[in-house]
């Protein structure tokens, strides 16, 4: 049931007004079109899920336009967002993977498909209504995701998770697969891309590549950061050695970076967009309470789950299943075990194979053609793109 409204919930919809009078205005003035409209507040292209999906369209034939926006602090110009709403209020898919705002408060009509093709894999840390009550969770009233007509998740134990985190119906929750990890079930592509982001990061056939990729702390992309001084970055060069690469991969929310750069044995892959390619070229992955664990884990290599904040991050922020339940690999709690654990070259395969039946089992190889097939195509005029 939908929460009172409160004072900062209808704060939410005073800021967003001018987005729905404009949505109103080309509801009256334009028609809908055959038309797929792709929208973001976190990256200025298109990646991940949204990639994959519009290069299927355009296979197809199907007319795309996109508004995108690097960041939620970068703001579009007075003929962009006049923009914005011609296209909301005239397509018949749009197509998110992200929160954005401002699509929350706009009344959008019931023959329009706001698809949300959500960035991450599995369930790992709670979010949206799965918050309510807790710092940066939604206010009292707030309409933030509840619009979704379809959302995808990677496995169908996860449907739930997502429904509640949306305030959505679990009917509205399609357990597709997610269309990003379709390459990894290609094992061509998985040896081609390695070679090529190898030679692109200028690691040598002999050498290992650790990719080092934490997820950010704060309540979202305003306030984000991270410790790096969990890390002495020196010590790990010199421990691991000739025979090892480090790679940095930060979240996008995180605009920090260790004192690295400069050193030969370390790459900052801070601009590294494409992270399925990263991870196809890794040999071993530390994170924390990333989503990135689900799609690693389909590689079927060894990651590392490094948290000296446990018992903080889950006060704060907290799982849908117990932390246990993700953690196929070792877990450090401070940096000594991280050293420990990357020498010892051990995780636990039968735990694995678990975690991805559980998390990831509607991923296949062929998510992209069935969100486009089940949730797409069908709004769209009969025959069109075939």
């Known amino acids: 049931m939908p929460q009172p409204h409160s004072a900062k919930s209808l704060l939410q919809t005073l800021r967003q007004t001018p987005y729905i009078l404009g949505y109103l205005f080309f509801r009256v003035v334009r028609r809908q079109r055959d038309m797929v409209l792709f929208l973001s507040t ?36 007075l003929r962009e ?34 698809l949300q093709l959500w960035h991450a894999s599995g369930a790992f840390k709670t979010m949206g209504f799965s918050r309510s009550g807790k710092p940066g969770g939604p206010i009292a009233g707030s309409r933030t995701h509840r619009n979704y007509t379809a959302a995808i998740v990677s496995a169908p134990s996860v449907r739930a998770n997502f429904a509640e985190a949306f305030g959505i119906d679990l009917s509205r929750v399609h357990a597709t697969g997610v269309p990003r990890t379709d390459p990894f079930f290609d094992a061509a592509t998985v040896t081609r891309t390695s070679l ?37 970055w020196e010590d790990l060069g010199a421990r691991l050695g000739p025979d090892w690469i480090i790679g940095y991969k930060p979240h996008p929310f995180v605009t920090t970076r260790p004192a690295i750069q400069d050193d030969p044995r370390f790459r900052d892959l801070s601009d590294f967009a494409d992270t399925n390619s990263l991870l196809m070229a890794a040999d071993l992955l530390i994170t924390d309470y990333s989503s990135i664990i689900f799609d690693y884990a389909l590689l079927g290599r060894p990651t590392i789950f490094f948290c ?40 636990d395969r039968d735990a694995q194979a678990e975690f991805l039946d559980f998390f990831c089992g509607a991923c296949d190889g062929h998510s992209t053609s069935r969100v486009t097939d089940q949730l797409i195509m069908p709004f769209l005029s009969a025959g069109a793109g075939r």
């Open 308 to 347: 000296p904040d446990l018992e903080e991050y889950i006060a704060s922020r907290d799982f849908y299943y117990p932390y246990e339940r993700y953690t196929f690999g070792p877990v450090a709690r401070n940096y000594d075990e991280l050293i420990s654990a990357i020498e010892m070259d051990r995780w």
């Open 81 to 114: 967002r006049i923009r914005l709403c011609r296209l909301m209020a005239t397509a018949k898919v749009i197509v998110l993977d992200d929160f954005y705002p401002m699509i929350y408060q706009i009344p959008i009509s019931s023959k329009t498909q706001l």
């Open 196 to 232: 090529r982001v190898r030679d692109q990061l200028d690691i040598p056939d002999n050498k290992k590549f650790l990719v080092f990729a934490p997820t950010f702390r704060g309540n979202g992309q305003l306030t984000a950061h991270y410790a790096h001084e969990w890390i002495d």
């Open 42 to 77: 976190s990256s200025d292209r298109l990646v991940g899920n949204m990639a994959a999906v519009h290069d299927e369209l355009t296979e197809r034939g199907v007319h795309i336009e996109a508004v995108l926006k690097r960041s939620l602090r970068h703001h579009l110009p």
